[in-house]
């Protein structure tokens, strides 16, 4: 088959739309449908938008073997739209056509749930309304429905989950999002300043305010043609992997928490506070907020800094594995982790998960590897995978991820030492190239955040799309308690630890 | 057993002991002075500057009810605005979190306006109901951590519950969105009274960096008495924890 897409070169090199070649929908169905057939390829992004009478399509499918992005196109008559859907063939296309349907009306044929995802304010049909999502049901006089939410009964964020249950069997679960919507893409392409949108990119998921800030940051670097120096690239990746450590610590209190192992939980916490503190003491903020900036940084390392990380890092490390070695071999814990939640390598690879999700049942995926972004390009990471693909083995890739990353964090603070440079201020005033299009990738605690960004004549964003790791992931969650015992689904939940306010913009 | 001992050995105390007096890294971006000789262009610059529009281009005042706490302001004029590491910045009255120029004095609770029934009867327990509103899950996060090993607000009976039915006010995060509007109001009509409402984090305040999106309805914030502001982007459990032991009067410690 001949070949009917651009290749970018690699992560975030900017694209000229206009030589991506525009196929006949039924030559972009079969070659997705053929590229698709190699498990080393996932779509990262499938969006339209809007160009004079038609709506023209973008396809962004990321190929981890050799490390660049397949783009392909299509384009559409606004008036009525139709199409195959994608989603029997290739099920991870659910989740984009559904996003397509919800915000622009075209109509997949053949989409098994063509349902809204997020109801967001300038979707297609405003009679939609969060309370009547069409959810699946079930005649039965033996079966229930539970239904749990949007107000879940802890400090967290918002979401509805509807059980269909035998006894106490999971037979079916539906995730209803959407309720953390706050329309933070258009935000983003209606702020003309850019320190405005550097603050709204942080605030797309404030537990991963540096992934987020940092995908966003790349894009306005690739089409605003700055350069960064290494020293840089180095710090913010230290600020990543920070943000890693520390969310994955807690998340293993998490899962303590949820199997009743208390001395696991509030061990964890602490250690997690240790780690916060630490990036406020770099920041001033716990979260990372303000870090990350276009062109250069307010918050340089500094020598006292990089010891305190190293010193917090050698410490917290030491005790962490103290701990995990102690969590992951006791039998009561292990009873309630081991084959609960299972997600098949099979199941992960079709609805395209990604990141955690996907490594904890024996993908290799891993944007620090496989489409290498910042000081990653010259560092090379070693990916940690698991195989069971259970609530052991997603509790498991954490503990195996923080040793990771420390040595990670030890190994590019040291290099800072030797060869640091200065860095400069962050860039806000930026002249971005005129109708181009970059897509980023970063690989968060979660996994792979996609931007997606072109710009207009006068080198404006005029489109801006963000695909958070659990736009993916959330299908995961409702195949893994297919089949458990309700009372599973909190450890289940907590072992992905997906977000709500990243799928729902 | 032998084991956990040891963990416990070497996890040490990691309780804060003082609550209003642990001390935070010194860069922490919290109560603002602005002095008071800045000059009117200096003004006009980082009022442009500023991405939420928080500091007035007239008097110079920043609003901590606006301030998404990026700092720009005091890179662009060192010497005229910095943030100081000073965490008790929650108040009752709206007002009272725009900080004028050449005023360094702290920031309390204006004890005249909490209701009377306040203190006396949440002063030895006050169980809340957190509702996000669109919140980003930092301010959860950090609410969540008020209640954890480290800070132990449960220490005087201040927890989160399960169900508002339970609780005897709601803390809202997130600029409020259109989405949770119904969802809020059930949340708030499912609280007995009396009931308080604390608005946590900048994003509930004003909207934050959200203000003027499509995407939001902040029609119960606007229509509700507010018992307690607590700024910060995300808040730092130490300004929920400071400025909550003041609404119900823990005045020990």
Known sequence: ?505 | MLKEVNILRSHGSQYVKNLRIQPVSGIFRGRPVISGDIAGDEIKLVSNLCPVKAISSGTGAIDLGRCVFCGECAFALPGKIRFKNDYRIAVNRREDLVINPGLDIPLRLNDGEIRKEIKKLFRGALKLRQVSAGGDNSCEMELAATGNVNFDFGRYGVEFTASPRHSDGIVITGPGGENMAEALQITWNATPVPKIIILAGTDAISGGIFEGSSALNRHFIDNHHIDLYVPGNPLHPLTFINGVMDLIGIYSK
Not at chain 1, 148 to 174: D, Q, T, Y
Not at chain 1, 348 to 364: Q, T, Y
Not at chain 1, 469 to 483: I, K
Request: proline letters at 4%; aromatic letters at 8%.
């Open chain 1, 1 to 505: 088959m001949n070949q009917h897409y651009s290749i970018t070169k690699n992560n975030t090199t900017p694209v000229d739309p206009g030589e991506i070649p525009v196929l006949e929908y039924g030559v972009f169905f079969d070659q997705v449908t053929e590229l698709m057939k190699d498990d080393a390829k996932h779509c990262i992004a499938y969006y339209c938008f809007p160009a004079g009478d038609n709506l023209n399509f973008h396809c962004c499918l990321a190929d981890d073997n050799n490390k660049n992005v397949l783009v392909l196109s299509h384009s559409l008559s606004n008036e009525k739209p139709a199409l195959k859907s994608l989603t029997p063939v290739c099920p991870q296309f659910h989740i984009f056509e559904r996003e397509i349907y919800e915000k622009y009306g075209v109509n997949f044929e053949g989409h098994p749930w063509l349902k809204p995802v997020r109801y967001p304010h300038d979707r297609a049909d405003k009679s939609t309304s969060m309370d009547d999502y069409p959810f699946y049901q079930i005649d039965s006089e033996e079966l229930h429905e539970v239904g749990v939410g949007p107000v879940h009964a802890g400090v967290i964020e918002p979401g509805h989950f509807r059980f269909i249950c035998n006894g106490e069997k999971v037979l079916h679960l539906e995730i209803q999002l959407g309720y953390q919507h706050r329309g933070i893409e258009k935000l983003i392409t209606d702020k003309r300043n850019q320190l405005q949108r550097c603050i709204a990119s942080e605030s797309i998921a404030g537990d991963t305010s540096v992934g987020h800030a940092l995908a966003h940051v790349q894009i306005v670097e690739s089409l605003g043609d700055i350069e960064v120096t290494g020293t840089l690239r180095a710090e913010r990746c230290i600020a990543l992997e920070l943000e890693r450590i520390a969310v994955h610590i807690g998340d293993t209190a998490a899962l303590c928490g949820d199997v009743a192992y208390q001395l696991g939980q509030v061990v964890c916490e602490a250690l997690r506070t240790t780690i916060i503190n630490t990036t406020q003491l770099w920041c001033g903020n716990r979260f990372g907020k303000g870090l990350v900036r276009p062109g250069g940084s307010n918050f340089p390392l500094f020598e006292d800094i990089a010891d305190e990380i190293l010193k917090t890092l050698a410490d917290s490390g030491k005790r962490f594995a103290e701990i995990t070695e102690r969590i992951y071999s006791l039998s009561t814990v292990l009873a309630r982790y081991e084959d609960i939640g299972i997600v098949t390598r099979q199941q992960a690879l079709s609805i395209g998960a990604v990141g955690m999700a996907a490594r904890s049942c024996g993908i290799m995926r891993d944007t620090r590897r496989t489409h290498p972004f910042q000081y990653y390009k010259e560092y090379h990471v070693e990916p940690v995978i698991q195989n069971k693909g259970d609530v052991l083995a997603r509790g498991m890739l954490r503990a195996l991820e923080v040793k990771e990353s420390i040595r990670i964090v030890t190994d590019l603070v040291n290099y800072w030492k030797q060869s640091h440079t200065q860095v400069n201020k962050p860039i806000y005033e930026l002249k971005l190239k005129p109708e181009r299009m970059a897509i980023s990738m970063v690989e968060g605690w979660r996994g792979e955040i996609v931007h997606t960004a072109f710009t207009g004549k006068n080198g404006d964003i005029a489109f801006y799309r963000i695909a958070d790791p659990s736009l993916h992931n959330w299908m995961a969650l409702a195949l893994a308690v297919r089949n458990q015992e309700i009372s599973d689904f909190p450890l289940c939940n907590k072992s992905f630890n997906l977000s709500y306010c990243g799928n729902d913009l």
